[in-house]
């Protein structure tokens, strides 16, 4: 995957209008883009993509739905997910959130009925433009243990070890846990064995680095969290897969038949994306196409929607 040399994005996030290209950016992977936010520089560092089936990755949606909101899939008829991680930086210091999937190249299979092909690998390139290399992370913290997001820190390095050798792992207690291989989640026993001598688990509301607090939200996994990040009391929530796609700020009770408790999956979502609409605070999908960076709008009728950052 090829990307476009970063350029940064700057905002008031109460005061947000919609990208004129936001069509094209429903239907194409993410690039690399930056926001400042306070003191902090945060960054959306690309390693790859997948496409999601739509019926089968949303399992409550129906045929009309698909018709009404086509202008959310690609030429395949896949909803295009991103794959990166979050790079925040204070200063020298440095945390990413999320590791992508590493060098793994998947093609598309018909007969899978959640996802089609999967690339991954770009995410050191993608590092090195942003002027970091994996020893400058002091930490990585990880939403959750699917192998989408833990890619790259259970990868090994050339030389046999970690590829972030200076970086401990943060994992919110209840999903370390319950860690465990799957294959659904592309996840190896490996993996996770690699991971291990790195990993400090956290507890909710754990501060892992300056202005950066876990809050775990579970649903999607036993122990999945999100991220609470401050700075010049502005706050940006890294919502991990609380949400895949930003159809589900307006329709929070699609949840993802991946999800491990689908029904609190949904509680979670309509929670957050209530917030989000009060505060006017950002967020940040991960798997949001090309529009990762946004604000949740509210109408007069009640009816949520996802606003990209232009």
Known sequence: ???????????????????????????????????????????????????????GWLPDTTAED???????????GYLVAGIGGLLVEHGDRALLIDTGIGPVTVPDDPGNPLIGAITGGALLE????????????????????????????????????????????????????QRHPSPEHAVTAEMLELMSPKVRTIADGVEIFPGVRAMVAAGHTAGHTIYSIISAGRRLLAIGDALHTPLQVRYPQWSSGGDHNRARSARERRGLVDDLAATGDLAFGNHFADVVFGTVARNDAGETSWVPLP
């Open 66 to 76: 698909w018709t009404v909101h086509a202008d959310h899939l690609d030429e395949n």
């Open 126 to 177: 993608n590092l090195a433009r942003a002027g970091r290399a994996p020893h400058d992370i002091e930490a990585v913290a990880f939403t959750h243990l699917h192998g989408d997001h833990i890619g790259w820190a259970a990868h090994p390095a050339v030389a046999g070890g970690p590829v972030f050798t200076a970086a401990d792992y943060y994992v919110a207690e209840a999903e370390w846990a």
């Open 1 to 55: 995957m090829t990307t476009a040399h970063p350029a940064t994005e700057t905002t008031d996030p109460i005061a947000v209008v919609a990208a004129p290209d936001a069509g094209q950016r429903l239907r194409r992977p993410a690039r690399f883009r930056s926001i400042r936010l306070g003191e902090l520089t945060i960054s959306y560092v690309p390693d790859g993509a997948v496409g999601l089936a739509p019926r």
